[in-house]
Structures are given as C-alpha cells and as structure tokens.
C-alpha cells in the first residue's frame, strides 16, 4: 500500500468527521444543510476505505455506487446499502430548489430525517474508520502512524 493513499485516506476521514460536526450543529436550525453533511461524511468516509485499499476512488457522489464497488474486498460494507440509497437522495435535493416538483429544500426536510440521515451517516464513517484502522494495523507507514491516526477510534457521538 503507498504511504501517499494512507495519508490521504487520512485525510478523506478529518473532512468526514468536519461533516458529520456541521450535520450535528446545524441539525436543528437548518436540518437540509445537515442532511447534505451526513451524504457527504459517508461518501469522503468511503473514499478513504478505496485508499486504504490501495486503490483510487470512482469519482461519483453515489453512496450506493461507492459501496457496490468495495463489495469485493469489503462484504461488511452491504450491510449499508439501504442507508447509502436513503443519503443518496441527500446529493442534490437537500441544496436546490426542484422545479418539477416543487420541493424546497428549506420547508421540506426537518430535524428528524438529519438525526436520521445523521446515524446512518456515522454508521458507515465508524465502520470507514475500522477498516482504515485495520489497514494501519497490517501495513504501518514508515516512521510511525501518520498525524491524523486518531481517526482509529471507532466510537463517536454527535452534538
């Protein structure tokens, strides 16, 4: 495994855990923009789990897509295929205004489904993090752990 993914897939993990903070905080007061968070925690979460691997990551939004094709090397990930189509819709209609439909991301979702998007969203970040702590285990960098090691802890509660 190259040292260049570890550190990235690092990286992908602090964004995450910056995501699933902000879906916390703003839960609340503007549970659209929550939702988005927790979509984007799971998917910056899943493109570490590709690093860690050893291999780059699609470049797509789906979380449904991003599990299907770790699937191979990760069978524990389908546990979460039903949460990713869930966060899935989160993507896009949580920011703009739908024409067709008429949804308006502000009046249409509530403090429940970011709670809910929130635990599906650190579900997936925690086992992200367990696969990432079990690549550190078998292929540790030269040097030591990299600065971000902290993201091995594997429990996580919310604001």
Request: charged share 25%; proline share 4%; aromatic share 8%.
């Amino acid at each position: 495994m190259s040292i260049d993914f570890l550190q990235e897939a690092a990286i992908w993990l602090a964004e995450a855990e910056e995501d699933l903070d902000v879906a916390g905080n703003e839960a609340d007061k503007h549970p659209a923009h929550a939702c988005f968070h927790a979509q984007q925690a799971a998917e910056k979460a899943l493109k570490a789990v590709y690093l860690v691997s050893g291999v780059d990551y699609p470049h797509v939004h789906s979380i449904t897509e991003l599990i299907d094709g770790l699937l191979d090397a990760h069978g524990e990930l389908k546990k979460f295929r039903s949460a990713a189509a869930i966060l899935n819709a989160f993507y896009i209609g949580t920011r703009y205004f739908q024409r067709e439909t008429g949804v308006i991301p502000k009046k249409t979702y509530t403090t429940e489904n970011a709670v809910d998007a929130i635990g599906k969203a650190q579900a997936i970040s925690e086992e992200c993090r367990r696969v990432f702590a079990a690549a550190v285990t078998a292929n540790p960098p030269q040097g030591g752990a990299p600065a971000s090691a902290s993201f091995l802890k594997t429990d996580r509660t919310t604001t």
